[in-house]
T-cell receptor
Framework: ETGVTQTPRHLVMGMTNKKSLKCEQHLGHNAMYWYKQSAKKPLELMFVYNFKEQTENNSVPSRFSPECPNSSHLFLHLHTLQPEDSALYLCASSQYPTGRGEKLFFGSGTQLSVL | EDQVTQSPEALRLQEGESSSLNCSYT??????LFWYRQDPGKGPEFLFT???AGEEKEKERLKATLTKKESFLHITAPKPEDSATYLC??????????????FGQGTILTVHP
């Protein structure tokens, strides 16, 4: 399998549930990212991990908790979400987090609905 | 505050009808402008990176250009398979952000046979 794989593709959860999104990259990259894509809004960066270390938290509420056990895997743990958190959550990777010309490789995303 | 604005929001073309998408930006210290294509149900796919005014990149029917204030994505003789949302993003210098891109809202392109 190649590229960036996200599971599940779709998730429906209640406001009191706890769930996790999973991302795996098979590209040998060293940086991984979580983005949020809401309808009619630009992509929003949530978290950045560089060599397994979190290097950016873009003022994300604590109900979103990322975890990066190694350079190939990234999780987003969700708890007590709000309906406005419903969105497409995209995982991405890049070989390095900085520098000119660093392009991102995205997964297909998890479409999250919070009821 | 860094801003990226794409226009139009949506564009409908007939097959073979050439046109352009616009991405205007207001940033300090541009370190790269990126174009991505996003198909329904999928994540964005990288198309081009442009670094300096006057630079051009081409790929099949697509050509991206850059000025000091905006970028254009020209589509020549489009086909229905070019239908997608096209996203523009800019990377800026400075700060402590790693790999932070500021994205525009995208242009939804529909090409009719």
């Amino acid at each position: 399998e190649t590229g960036v794989t996200q599971t599940p593709r779709h998730l429906v959860m209640g406001m009191t549930n706890k769930k996790s999104l999973k991302c795996e990259q098979h590209l040998g990259h060293n940086a991984m990212y979580w983005y949020k894509q809401s309808a009619k809004k630009p992509l929003e960066l949530m978290f950045v991990y560089n060599f397994k270390e979190q290097t950016e938290n873009n003022s994300v509420p604590s109900r979103f908790s990322p975890e990066c056990p190694n350079s190939s895997h990234l999780f987003l743990h969700l708890h007590t979400l709000q309906p406005e958190d419903s969105a497409l959550y995209l995982c991405a990777s890049s070989q390095y987090p900085t520098g000119r010309g660093e392009k991102l490789f995205f997964g297909s995303g998890t479409q999250l609905s919070v009821l | 505050e860094d801003q990226v604005t794409q226009s139009p929001e949506a564009l409908r073309l007939q097959e073979g009808e050439s046109s352009s998408l616009n991405c205007s930006y207001t940033v300090s210290g541009l370190r790269g402008l990126f174009w991505y294509r996003q198909d329904p149900g999928k994540g964005p796919e990288f198309l081009f990176t442009l670094y300096s005014a006057g630079e051009e990149k081409e790929k099949e029917r697509l050509k991206a250009t850059l000025t000091k204030k905006e970028s254009f994505l020209h589509i020549t003789a489009p086909k229905p398979e070019d239908s997608a949302t096209y996203l523009c993003a800019v990377r800026v210098a400075g700060g402590t952000s790693y790999g932070k891109l500021t994205f525009g809202q995208g242009t939804i392109l529909t090409v009719h046979p």
